[in-house]
Every structure is written in structure tokens, then in C-alpha cells.
């Protein structure tokens, strides 16, 4: 499964945005989707999670300013981020919750798993 991220941009504080995810096909066994963000030299964090079953969840950081949504018949996902603020900035990234993995061969040819993401979209809040 590919995962195409989108919809990231440069936006005035206090401006919003809606992030898209789409899946290059249905993902066998979807617990939840997420939605994670990577800022400058920080670790990636789980932001917003939509699981199949149970309540959504967010990060305190974000909770009720970003509302993840989607429909997993169509394996398309959003994140719609209002109030946005400059120390949003970051990289977003869509995967399942938790990543799921693959299997992949290094130039060696010796397999490895790496987890699936999306390639990510940047957004940029100005102050």
C-alpha cells in the first residue's frame, strides 16, 4: 500500500488548512488511521487517531482546534487544522495507528521491515 499525503501550504496564524491522505488501495486489517507531525529536530508524534472502533483521539497540543475524518471504504483521510499557530510548523504525515510494516530488500539484498508512510506535506504558519 502507498500513502499520498497533501494540502500542506503556508498559511497566516490563526488561518487552517485540511490535510488529505489517500491509500493507493484498501489496507487489510485497519485498526485506526492516524495523523502524525514531525517538527524541526523533534521526534515524530501521533497527533490525531481515528480508529475503526472507539472514541478519536488527539494530542493535547492540537485537541480542539484539528478534527481528523475520513472514510476507510474510500482509504481517504483528512485532517482539517484550525487556529493554526506558528509553532505548528511541521511536517505531516498519514499512517495506520500504529505504522504498519512492510517488507523490503536493502541493496543487499537482505530483507528488512520499514514502517509505511505517507510522504508527507509540509505546512508553514507565518505570524
Known amino acids: 500500500v502507498q500513502l499520498v499525503d497533501s494540502g500542506g501550504g503556508l498559511v497566516q496564524a490563526g488561518g487552517h488548512l485540511t490535510l488529505t491522505c489517500r491509500a493507493s488501495?484498501?489496507?487489510?486489517?485497519?485498526?485506526?488511521m492516524g495523523w502524525y507531525r514531525q517538527a524541526p529536530v523533534k521526534k515524530r508524534e501521533l497527533i490525531a487517531s481515528?480508529?475503526?472502533?472507539?472514541?478519536?483521539k488527539y494530542a493535547d497540543s492540537v485537541r480542539g482546534r484539528f478534527t481528523i475524518s475520513g472514510d476507510n471504504a474510500k482509504a481517504t483521510w483528512y485532517l482539517q487544522m484550525n487556529g493554526l499557530r506558528p509553532h505548528d510548523n511541521a511536517m505531516h504525515y498519514c499512517?495506520?495507528?500504529?505504522?504498519?510494516?512492510?517488507?523490503?530488500?536493502?541493496?543487499?539484498?537482505?530483507?528488512?521491515?520499514?514502517?509505511?508512510w505517507g510522504q508527507g506535506t509540509a505546512e508553514t504558519v507565518s505570524s
Open positions: 481515528m480508529p475503526i472502533r472507539g472514541p478519536i
Open positions: 499512517s495506520h495507528d500504529p505504522p504498519l510494516t512492510r517488507e523490503v530488500a536493502d541493496p543487499t539484498g537482505q530483507l528488512k521491515y520499514e514502517e509505511i
Open positions: 488501495e484498501s489496507i487489510v486489517g485497519l485498526d485506526a
